[in-house]
């Protein structure tokens, strides 16, 4: 199994962590089913400190093209989770509608 990782965004490239962030701080001014969701989409995320490895490779020629062979997703209702484990970190590269992903 997995454990012990350290979840980080990449910034650079897609601004995952920055718009992340940024809804954070809009939560108080939400619809509560948004509240709700944004929760949920974060709790997926929270998980992979746990599971990041056990998940197995993404065989999506889109995701590996732009990605690389090693990427791995997680899905939490209709967004998928785009990321990699890197050493002890798991890094999120992009969240995404699944429907984007050919």
């Known amino acids: ?3 012990g990782f350290k979840v980080e965004y990449q910034k650079e490239k897609f601004g995952v962590g920055v718009n992340l ?3 954070q701080d809009l939560k108080n ?3 509560l089913t948004a509240v709700k969701y944004f929760n949920g ?3 997926t995320i929270d998980k992979l400190k746990t599971t990041g490895k ?3 490779y993404s065989q999506n020629n889109f ?3 732009n990605y690389g062979a090693d ?3 997680i ?3 209709k967004m998928t989770i785009v990321y990699k484990v890197i050493g002890k970190n798991v890094v999120v590269l992009r969240i995404m509608a699944g429907s984007l992903i050919k």
């Open 71 to 73: 990427v791995r997703t």
């Open 75 to 77: 899905n939490y209702k």
């Open 1 to 3: 199994m997995g454990g």
């Open 54 to 56: 056990l998940f197995a």
């Open 29 to 31: 001014t939400m619809p």
């Open 21 to 23: 962030f940024k809804a």
């Open 41 to 43: 989409l974060l709790d």
């Open 63 to 65: 995701l590996t093209s």
